[in-house]
């Protein structure tokens, strides 16, 4: 960034806490400092303050008037986190004094930050890659400990090295192509051309693992989508209710009661489950509850695992037949899940045993169904492919792909080298994109307007 002028935001959440944290950031903060805060050790400003210090004195309002007590730290360029002059001031976390912080630092020459400027100011000063400034934000929202975990390694560069070394495979192999093409007269060994093709093969296998762990990642970092479906009045709002602990649906033993979609969220086996109560399927409705069991077959179809819930005190009904026939078919993943056993066992799916037993009224079975849950989870994890955690990411990836997969094509039919080199150009270029090098403005606009002010 050719000018860096200061900026200023709350880098702590919205609300009253103990302490709260303003953060500003710039090539000169002297200026800034000087007319923001007075140290009580000496009447010096901004130079005369220690790097990596804390000094406590009196944060002011641009006229020398006091707005809190509190403490400030210097980190000097280039070692802060954005690569420029950091100044943190602690205050108070009354959301007043914070604000009246944030237009003390305007007045003295700062400007207010945009959402992820500190991190995109820490990513154009070479701090971190676009793969890592992408993770920032994931570490920040992630909201079950395989998410953070997962984050974390994104963050720590396991992502930037396996694209690097994509990366180091494909321009080996275009450096070799290239010399060949500009010395034809040296003869190429098949061997040369044959370590080519397998340089290039595992590009494209590396690339192809990164892709295909996309929707694992996307698990990891949105959450499982459970949907709890059934007839009505099966109990499916009361297991909704009894397994997140929370009263979010409303149960009632009139029939159609639920009609929109209502989600709960819980963390198990380290992953965030979405809970979705929906709309007791039953033929012969019509208006606004046959609308609410078409949006419970879309959720069912789009969900990882759907609860089929019946009710375990009566016998099989010929809809909960009908709907398991249907979930069959349609290749659903489902568990079926016999409620209201507290009323005695009557459901001929409970002969086998094979079916969790719960009491959605008293809570029996419930630790027993979130253990069976659990266990479910490392199914669905993907290893190292639950890294790739962004869309923008997978689909440059599959434009890598797309490009090595057509310059082997090329190589192996014989066609000119130069196509081949084209390709593969092609590839580096979009790998170069994503890790920043080259990234173009709709790419970094979509990374950082996700990120919150103060970050």
């Not at 993770?135 to 396996?162: C, W, Y």
């Not at 069976?372 to 993907?382: T, Y």
């Not at 190589?411 to 084209?422: I, Q, T």
Request: proline share 3%; charged share 25%; net charge negative.
């Amino acid at each position: 960034m050719d000018e860096s002028p200061a900026i200023v935001a709350i880098s702590t959440p919205p609300g009253r806490g103990a302490i709260g944290i303003v953060r500003l950031s710039g090539l000169k903060l002297d200026h800034v400092v000087d007319r923001l805060f007075r140290p009580r050790q000496s009447s010096r400003g901004g130079r005369g303050l220690k790097d990596r210090r804390f000094h406590v004195g009196e944060v002011l309002d641009g006229n020398g008037v006091s707005i809190d007590t509190g403490m400030l730290v210097w980190m000097c360029a280039p070692h802060s986190y954005t690569g420029e002059d950091v100044v943190e001031l602690h205050c108070h976390g009354n959301p007043r004094i914070l604000s009246a912080v944030v237009d003390a630092a305007i007045r003295a020459g700062a400007r207010a930050a945009g959402p992820g400027e500190f991190t995109k100011r820490a990513f154009f000063n070479g701090k971190l890659d676009l793969v890592q400034a992408e993770a920032v934000a994931q570490v920040i929202n992630a909201d079950s400990e395989r998410a953070l975990l997962a984050a974390r390694k994104l963050l720590a560069g396991e992502l930037s090295e396996r694209l690097e070394t994509i990366h180091e495979l494909i321009l080996r192999s275009l450096s070799h192509l290239e010399a060949v093409i500009n010395f034809p007269e040296d003869e190429v060994e098949v061997a040369d051309m044959a370590r080519v093709s397998e340089w290039l093969q595992d590009a494209l296998a590396r690339t192809h693992r990164l892709v295909e762990g996309y929707s694992c990642a996307a698990r990891v970092r949105d959450g499982l989508r459970v949907a709890i479906f059934g007839r009505p009045n099966v109990g499916k709002s009361s297991l909704l209710n009894a397994l997140t602990g929370r009263r979010r649906a409303l149960v009632s033993p009139e029939p159609g009661t639920t009609r929109d979609i209502v989600e709960s969220r819980l963390e198990l086996g380290g992953m965030t489950m979405r809970f979705l109560d929906m709309a007791g399927v039953r033929g012969g409705t019509a208006g606004v509850e046959a609308e609410g069991i078409a949006l419970a077959w879309q959720a069912v179809k789009s969900a990882d695992l759907t609860l089929l819930v019946v009710d375990a005190s009566a016998r099989l009904d010929a809809e909960d037949a009908g709907i398991r026939t249907e979930l069959d078919a349609s290749g659903c993943a489902y568990l079926v899940v016999l409620n209201k056993c507290d009323l005695g066992v009557q459901c001929e799916w409970a002969e086998d045993g094979a079916h969790p037993r719960v009491s959605a009224l008293l809570g029996t079975g419930l630790d027993g169904l979130k253990r069976r849950l659990a266990a479910l989870v490392e199914e669905w994890d993907g290893g190292e492919g639950v890294m790739l955690m962004a869309q923008w990411q997978r689909d440059l990836l599959e434009s890598v792909a797309g490009e090595l997969a057509e310059g082997l094509q090329a190589l192996r039919s014989g066609l000119s080298l130069d196509a081949v080199a084209f390709n593969l150009f092609e590839a580096t270029k979009v790998l170069d994109g994503i890790l920043g090098g080259d990234a173009r403005e709709d790419v970094l606009e979509k990374v950082f307007s996700s990120f919150c002010i103060g970050k």
